[in-house]
T-cell receptor, first 113, second 113 residues
Framework: AQSVTQPDIHITVSEGASLELRCNYS??????LFWYVQSPGQGLQLLLK??????LVQGIKGFEAEFKRSQSSFNLRKPSVHWSDAAEYFC???????????FGAGTRLTVKP | NAGVTQTPKFQVLKTGQSMTLQCAQD?????MSWYRQDPGMGLRLIHY???????DQGEVPNGYNVSRSTTEDFPLRLLSAAPSQTSVYFC????????????FGQGTRLTVV
């Protein structure tokens, strides 16, 4: 089965600084890849997804992610972080041949004023 | 636009009690799933269903039962609650009409004492 690793448990950035959240996946074929965001006490909201085609995908709230097959990575980026981006971010991988979706442990983002 | 509705939002159980967490979706999605979210573990799949009458186990199924008698509903039953089942539970649904994007409920915070 597929699996996901998010190496960073907690990241702190200053407002206006750039952000990169790391995600590595394990899956034998081309995966479906997702980034979700969870604000405190809330459910999960989809930021963006990759299925095929252009390896740089744009999402909501100014986020983007790049699929790099050679590195088995799908890192999330934002050029300039806003205080409202403080939340927990989850990378997830789905597979073509099963209905499973596996999540990483999450990265908590703190934004300093 | 109800989406995915989970009830209750909060629940406290005594060890050994049973209860059912409710999940309903109004998007005609084929696939529904239950996750538990624990600190440092991300979301782990408990059970899932690919359609009415069909259920299967995920990563952490022990202590939980599910059924899928209709497309809309996917209840999760705790047979005999244990403190290890203290967690936040999320129900999700997705379908071909959602491009495999998962929609999440707001979560149920369960405490077993």
């Amino acid at each position: 089965a597929q699996s996901v690793t998010q190496p960073d448990i907690h990241i702190t950035v200053s407002e206006g600084a750039s952000l990169e959240l790391r995600c590595n996946y394990s899956y034998g074929a081309t995966p479906y890849l997702f980034w979700y965001v969870q604000s405190p006490g809330q459910g999960l909201q989809l930021l963006l997804k990759y299925f095929s085609g252009d390896t740089l995908v744009q999402g909501i709230k100014g986020f983007e992610a790049e699929f790099k097959r050679s590195q088995s990575s799908f890192n999330l980026r934002k050029p300039s972080v806003h205080w409202s981006d403080a939340a927990e971010y989850f990378c997830a991988v789905g597979a073509i041949n099963n209905n499973d979706m596996r999540f990483g442990a999450g990265t908590r983002l703190t934004v300093k004023p | 636009n109800a989406g995915v509705t989970q009830t209750p939002k909060f629940q406290v159980l005594k060890t050994g009690q049973s209860m059912t967490l409710q999940c309903a979706q109004d998007m005609n999605h084929e696939y529904m799933s239950w996750y538990r979210q624990d600190p440092g573990m991300g979301l782990r799949l408990i059970h899932y269903s690919v359609g009415a009458g069909i259920t299967d186990q995920g990563e952490v199924p022990n202590g939980y039962n599910v059924s899928r008698s209709t497309t809309e509903d996917f209840p999760l039953r705790l047979l005999s609650a244990a403190p290890s089942q203290t967690s936040v539970y999320f129900c999700a649904s997705r379908g071909e009409n959602s491009g495999k994007r998962a929609f999440f409920g707001q979560g149920t915070r369960l405490t077993v004492v």
